[in-house]
């Protein structure tokens, strides 16, 4: 597609529930970025791909997050036992760059609210 | 890790003024600094970039500067309008600041 496609655009979930979010990155781009955003701050960084190998995988807050990019393309960010304080709007961006040094292309993220 | 802070949280101007939002990070590695600018509801996107080989940077109405030694780097808005009202954020690498709500009143 044209840009970053993400999926679901929304999601409300009870705590404890398990949850996935999809990611459908620009054709062609390599490098693959998840960040969450809570309300009033900036996008905090999760994992960072480069094909389809985890390069960077420092922002998970804790073992509940895991995140998969099987064919280096569409990548997947897996939330088990999901918790009130995951409630946020979770960015995938692309880049064509190889390496942390270029403009992230980002999705229009998905919502999840846990009740 | 990459820690970034950035000054001031909100900014407001008036049309015509300029704007100036100043970020500070801590790893003396990182090599690439944007910025990004993301309007109520919508997504990030990058308005302009540095790389570290770089002092300064100007795109028409915005430039960038940027201190390696100091690790300070800032975005200068000139000339504002109601349409650059939105939150700017730098980043070092990957790694975001908290961001700064520039309101610009007409």
């Known amino acids: 597609g044209a840009g970053v496609s993400q999926t679901p655009s929304n999601k409300v979930t009870e705590k404890g529930k398990y949850v996935e979010l999809r990611c459908d990155p620009i054709?062609?781009?390599?490098?693959l970025y998840w960040y969450r955003q809570s309300l009033g701050q900036g996008p905090e960084f999760l994992i960072y791909?480069?094909?389809?190998?985890?390069?960077?995988d420092s922002g998970l807050p804790n073992d509940r997050f895991f995140a998969v990019r099987p064919e280096g393309s569409v990548s997947t960010l897996k939330i088990q036992r999901t918790e009130r304080g995951d409630s946020a709007v979770y960015l995938c961006?692309?880049?064509?760059?190889?390496?942390?040094?270029?403009?992230?292309?980002f999705g229009e993220g998905s919502r999840l609210t846990v009740l | 890790g990459e820690n970034v802070e950035q000054h001031p949280s909100t900014l407001s101007v008036q049309e015509g003024d300029s704007a100036v939002i100043k970020c500070t990070y801590s790893?003396?590695?990182?090599?690439?600094f944007p910025w990004y600018k993301q309007e109520l509801g919508k997504r990030p996107q990058l308005i302009i970039d540095?790389?570290?080989?770089?002092g300064e940077k100007k795109d028409q109405r915005i430039a960038v500067t940027l201190n390696k030694t100091a690790k300070h780097f800032s975005l200068h808005i000139t000339e504002t309008q109601p349409e650059d009202s939105a939150v700017y954020f730098c980043?070092?690498?990957?790694?975001f600041g908290p961001g700064t709500r520039l309101s610009v009143l007409p």
């Open positions: 054709s062609g781009h390599t490098a």
């Open positions: 980043a070092a690498s990957s790694v």
């Open positions: 540095i790389r570290s080989n770089v």
């Open positions: 961006a692309s880049s064509l760059s190889r390496g942390a040094g270029g403009e992230l292309f």
């Open positions: 791909f480069q094909g389809t190998g985890a390069a960077d």
């Open positions: 790893d003396s590695a990182s090599n690439y």
